[in-house]
């Protein structure tokens, strides 16, 4: 068996404790694909969008497109990822055609 075949388990905990946990099963493919998306996040965040896009995986049949799909998903209407205003650096602006100009 190769490591792509491995089966992962994460178990998805809730803030209600009326909901029984659910195992998810993963390939390392999967799981990484998960914890890539999870990178553009701070930090602390990052567990509460992991949990989220496991509940959103739940009682479905999982492929990659699906993990991809809930990933997006997640990460765009969660409002966990908050990005930058503007991506022009900060500090002095040049103005002109360039260092000696």
């Known amino acids: 068996m ?3 075949d491995t089966a992962t ?3 998805m905990t809730e ?3 009326d909901r029984e946990s ?5 390939t390392d493919n999967q799981l990484d694909q998960i914890m890539r998306h999870a990178a553009v996040l701070h930090p602390g965040l990052r567990r509460a ?4 896009v496991a509940y959103e995986l739940r009682n479905q ?8 799909r809930m990933c997006a998903k997640v990460l765009k209407e969660s409002g966990l990822f908050d ?11 040049r103005v002109g055609g ?4």
């Open 2 to 4: 190769t490591s792509t």
């Open 9 to 11: 388990i994460i178990t």
């Open 15 to 17: 803030a209600s404790a």
């Open 22 to 26: 659910t195992p998810l099963a993963l």
């Open 49 to 52: 969008y992991v949990e989220r």
């Open 61 to 68: 049949e999982i492929g990659d497109g699906l993990v991809y």
């Open 83 to 93: 990005p930058p205003l503007s991506t022009e650096p900060t500090g002095r602006r």
């Open 98 to 101: 360039g260092k000696y100009a």
